[in-house]
Nanobody
Framework: VQLQASGGGLVQPGGSLRLSCSPS????????WGWYRQAPGKQREWVASIIRNGSTDYADSVKGRFTISRDSTKNAVYLQMNSLKPEDTAVYYC?????????WGQGTLVTVSS
């Protein structure tokens, strides 16, 4: 099973984007969904996560601007990004944790620039 991320692109500062991530097949025993990002020359960092009961958590750098959500029927996860800043520029990766381990998506590039 692969995770397919989409929704990245070029946006001006202050703009919005919505990222989506869906599995190519069925995934059993999901415990949590998450989004990570890796900016050029930097290590990959955690952005947001949501667990089965819907509880969410965010990195301080995106709190109040980003919203993570999931569709349990599709095992899909979304990241609504508002008030984007140039420092949000990165490749964004989705991740699913289940009882068997973790699955990573291929990444989608978000560029925030005027």
């Amino acid at each position: 099973v692969q995770l397919q991320a989409s929704g990245g692109g070029l946006v001006q500062p202050g703009g919005s984007l919505r990222l989506s991530c869906s599995p190519s097949g069925d995934i059993r025993g999901i415990k949590a969904w998450g989004w990570y990002r890796q900016a050029p020359g930097k290590q990959r960092e955690w952005v947001a996560s949501i667990i089965r009961n819907g509880s969410t958590d965010y990195a301080d750098s995106v709190k109040g601007r980003f919203t993570i959500s999931r569709d349990s029927t599709k095992n899909a996860v979304y990241l609504q990004m508002n008030s984007l800043k140039p420092e949000d520029t990165a490749v964004y990766y989705c991740r699913i944790n289940n009882v068997y381990g973790e699955i990573w998506g291929q990444g989608t590039l978000v560029t925030v620039s005027s």
